[in-house]
């Protein structure tokens, strides 16, 4: 981060959803760090995954485990409370975590939702398509996910943009965190054939000078090939700490929600990724 400027704007309460695994602690620490900078409220939650058949019979291995996690996020609020923040923790049981932490957002009215990838095991299962993917498909507010090891700042960031309102909304919130943060802005289009090449210049020349009306430091890429390799392989050659990306491509349709370009830069990049919210 730059310094201690916040990078968003108009934000109030953070959530950071947590297992209390080592593949959260990335966005635990960035969650911690983006609420002492802006200044916010951080509510931690989790949830012990379980079903009601289960817990009839077995209530005490519940009980158990909620008290381990519950001791888990104290840890996490006393993290926070060291360093200045307010912090509400939340347990709860259920089968299905990505319910609870849209509940959890909508009720709060929080601002932005920070997560990490995947969960306990550590596998890059369905994870994707059921809890983040999920929470970003659902969520009331932007969310961010950061990577197990993924290092995020925002000396330069990365906005992609296929020119639907939802990328529009992603370089929108891209060019307000630059200007906020006086980040160095890579605006980047991906197309796969000559015919589609003409529409990713115009997508990548209209944000440009939304960038300009901001006075930010920006340039422009357009690159052939397939989005999601592209978007991952320009992070890492413009050293990018952070990728903003809209929740849908340019259909709009949910079932392509996560399921192409942007769940597959979260499941194979080592960089965190803002996905912003139509307002």
């Known amino acids: ?17 947590t297992d209390g ?13 983006l609420a002492k900078s802006c200044t916010v409220k951080l509510i931690a939650v989790a949830e012990v995954l379980t079903n009601l058949e289960c817990e009839i019979s077995l209530p005490w291995v519940y009980e158990q485990a909620e008290k381990k996690m519950r001791q888990r996020l104290e840890v996490v609020k006393g993290m926070a409370e060291e360093a200045g923040v307010a912090c509400e923790i939340i347990v709860h049981r259920g089968e299905d975590p990505s319910e609870k932490i849209v ?13 990490g990838t995947h ?30 090891g993924a290092r995020m700042d925002y000396r330069t960031v990365l906005v992609a943009t296929d020119g639907s309102r939802y990328s529009d909304a992603a370089v929108l919130e891209a060019v307000a965190i630059a200007k906020r943060c006086n980040s160095s802005l890579i605006i980047f289009s991906a197309f796969s054939s000559d015919a589609e090449a003409a529409t990713a210049e115009e997508c990548v020349k209209r944000a440009l000078e939304i960038a300009d009306k901001e006075g930010v430091k920006r340039e422009g890429m357009t690159v052939r090939g397939q989005a999601d390799e592209a978007i991952v392989e320009a992070a890492k050659e413009t050293d990018a700490g952070l990728i903003v990306m809209g929740s849908h491509g340019r259909t709009g349709l949910m079932s392509l929600l996560m399921g192409s370009v942007t769940e597959r830069v979260i499941s194979h990049g080592s960089t965190a990724v803002l996905v912003a919210k139509v307002r």
């Open 119 to 148: 969960g306990r095991t550590g596998i890059k299962r369905l994870i994707m398509g059921s809890v983040t993917g999920n929470v970003i498909g659902h969520a009331p507010c932007k969310v961010l996910v950061v990577p197990r």
């Open 103 to 115: 509940d959890e957002a909508a009720r709060n009215k929080v601002d932005m939702i920070v997560m």
């Open 1 to 17: 981060m730059n310094g201690h400027i916040c990078p968003l704007d108009r934000i109030e309460r953070l959530l950071v959803a």
């Open 21 to 33: 695994s080592e593949a959260s602690r990335g966005a635990v620490a960035a969650a911690l760090k």
